[in-house]
């Protein structure tokens, strides 16, 4: 699928470390990896600002729709807009999940489920190494 932001994986590994992300960023957005729960350096972040892609910086969350999932990465119960994001089917790991992508470069964000809180009833559960936050 294309995408409004396409780059070599070269391209994406030199952007991704002249941003100083963490390692696991690439694996995580160009293959859709997933960092290990509670390892994530924005999982306890609860300040306000955005929550833009880290390859692209994209606004995708607000802080206020951030909540405590119990499940060890940022959880959110919308994007900022909904075509912010999009996603796709994954059957991976034996079970039927949603993907989430980042509309403009399709960085790999995290999965959505729905056991969400209100008013939505939706998780967007994201991988903190696909994440850069901006402080209000």
Avoid at 45 to 68: H, M, R, V, W
Avoid at 77 to 85: E, K, T
């Amino acid at each position: 699928m294309p995408f409004k932001i396409e780059k070599t994986d070269e391209e994406w590994k030199a952007l991704l470390k002249a941003k100083g992300a963490e390692p696991l960023a690439y694996e995580v957005t160009r293959h859709e990896a997933t960092e290990r729960a509670f390892t994530g350096r924005l999982e306890e972040n609860y300040a306000k600002g955005i929550y833009q892609c880290i390859c692209c910086d994209k606004p995708l969350f607000a802080s206020e729709t951030k909540f405590d999932s119990g499940c060890g990465w940022p959880s959110y119960f919308a994007p900022l807009d909904p075509n912010a994001v999009e996603t796709k089917e994954d059957g991976k790991l034996w079970m039927q999940r949603t993907e989430v992508h980042c509309s403009d470069c399709g960085a790999h964000l995290g999965h959505v489920f729905e056991d969400g809180p209100a008013p939505t009833g939706l998780r967007y559960c994201m991988n903190s190494a696909s994440l850069h936050f901006k402080p209000e």
